[in-house]
């Protein structure tokens, strides 16, 4: 049995957001609301099971600004790069950013 729960967190925590909303109830402490959100969401897989359809700020929100659009198309350059690079080929490649992690983190102390 599926048991929800309401997580504060951060927004850094947030990857990314898509296109598709839903009205949530506004007080979610109740089991009927965390019920209600269990069924949006899923339903929401069932009609997107492969991936969520990302928001797209150009498209999606129409903003036109060149600047921003600049931003976007460098950092869907620097995606592209990341994905395709070779250490990423690399089978120990988890280990090794996690490794690396270990380290950024413990020179940040």
Request: aromatic share 4%.
């Amino acid at each position: 049995q599926t048991v929800w729960k309401l997580v504060p967190m951060t927004i850094d925590c947030v990857d990314g957001l898509s296109t598709v909303r839903h009205k949530l109830p506004k007080d979610l402490s109740s089991k009927e609301a965390k019920d209600q959100v269990a069924r949006m969401v899923k339903e929401v897989g069932a009609r997107f099971p492969d991936d969520l359809p990302t928001l797209d700020p150009i498209k999606d929100q129409k903003i036109a600004d060149a600047g921003f659009m600049s931003h976007v198309d460098k950092q869907d350059n620097i995606e592209k790069r990341h994905a395709s690079h070779p250490l990423k080929k690399n089978k120990d490649f988890e280990r090794l950013a996690n490794q690396f992690r270990e380290k950024e983190a413990s020179a940040r102390k």
